[in-house]
């Protein structure tokens, strides 16, 4: 009777091992999410970015596009208000022409964070004023005009930070960081064009 029996559990093993690892889990809301926020993130200047930025939160994401839009303009205000930070502790340690670039950014980068946190608040909106009869619209055209015009600051500062990263009165690093900023923005913006009709 052993031999059966010891073949019978070979052939068990044998069928187990056919069947792929992942089957049960190949269409995970996580897998999911990522696949949902790469294709949305080719609507974006900076895809790779937008895409290594997102999927951190891809669980919360997953395939909803309010909540897509909502998380990227998150990233960009704690990447402004973070850079921010970074500009403030520089004063000190600047250089004479580079202090008066590092005064003129934390004023232009705080104008942006403020910016975009008026955004986020009419991003809101879109949701409360769902069943009301408002136009989500007007929000939209709003959250549009705030980002606009946090990129318009950003956009100053990075171009100051350039000229004195060449000339040696700040960190090239310094400069990377506003990059940064202005291109995270730059893409929260470019998805709420795309996709804000759908909200």
């Keep these: 009777m052993a031999k059966p029996i010891i073949l019978l559990l070979a052939a068990l093993s044998i069928l187990y091992t056919a069947i792929p690892a992942n089957a049960a889990t190949t269409s995970s809301p996580s897998s999911s999410a990522i696949e949902f926020i790469d294709a949305s993130c080719s609507a974006t200047l900076y895809p790779a970015l937008c895409v290594q930025s997102l999927s951190r939160y891809a669980t919360s994401i997953r395939r909803n596009r309010s909540q897509l839009i909502q998380t990227a303009f998150s990233?960009?205000?704690?990447?402004?208000?973070?850079?921010?930070?970074?500009?403030?502790n520089k004063l000190n340690g600047a250089k004479p022409g580079g202090m008066a670039v590092v005064k003129d950014c934390i004023e232009q980068i705080g104008d942006a964070v403020d910016q975009l946190r008026e955004s986020i608040e009419e991003l809101k909106s879109i949701g409360q004023a769902k069943g009301t009869g408002q136009d989500s619209r007007l929000h939209i055209s709003n959250a549009q005009t705030w980002t606009s015009a946090a990129l318009t600051d950003i956009s100053t500062c990075t171009d100051a930070?350039?000229?004195?990263?060449?000339?040696?009165?700040?960190?090239?690093s310094v400069r990377a960081r506003v990059d940064g900023v202005a291109q995270v923005t730059s893409n929260a913006l470019a998805l709420l064009n795309k996709f804000g009709t759908e909200l």
């Design 75 to 88: 990233v960009s205000l704690d990447e402004a208000q973070s850079t921010k930070t970074i500009f403030a």
């Design 161 to 172: 930070v350039a000229g004195e990263a060449r000339d040696g009165g700040l960190e090239t």
